[in-house]
Nanobody, 126 residues
């Protein structure tokens, strides 16, 4: 079992920045690839960013490319999402997740992820 707890959400004005953190505990492993998803109000959950278990490969949704960065600490016990140049359409509940994937792969498919955090709210509004 892996437990994931997100933090760092909040309210910010358009153009601002936030950094989300996700603390992983339990049976963490290099074979678990972390990812971030979000669920905007009234919409389905969507992929935001993913990183391979080795940390060598990353992928982003087109809507956040160039603005968001996913990373982990060396022990892979904390997963970060740095969000810059935030827009009102980034408003959502953000979830971190981990899944057992090949070491150099990440996935944009929520079905590939086994463990999920409880989510943290991000609101971008003037």
């Amino acid at each position: 079992q892996v437990q994931l707890v997100e933090s760092g959400g909040g309210s910010v004005q358009p153009g601002g920045s936030l950094r989300l953190s996700c603390a992983a505990s339990g049976r963490t492993s290099t074979y678990y690839a972390p990812g971030w998803f979000r669920q905007p109000p009234g919409k389905e959950r969507e992929f935001v960013a993913g990183i391979s278990g080795r940390g060598t490969n990353t992928g982003y949704a087109d809507s956040v490319k160039g603005r968001f960065t996913i990373s982990t600490n060396n022990a892979k016990t904390v997963i970060y999402l740095q969000m810059n140049s935030l827009k009102p359409e980034d408003t959502a509940v953000y979830y971190c997740a981990t899944g057992s994937l090949p070491l150099f792969q990440y996935s944009s498919d929520p079905q590939a992820y086994d463990y999920w955090g409880q989510g943290t709210q991000v609101t971008v509004s003037s």
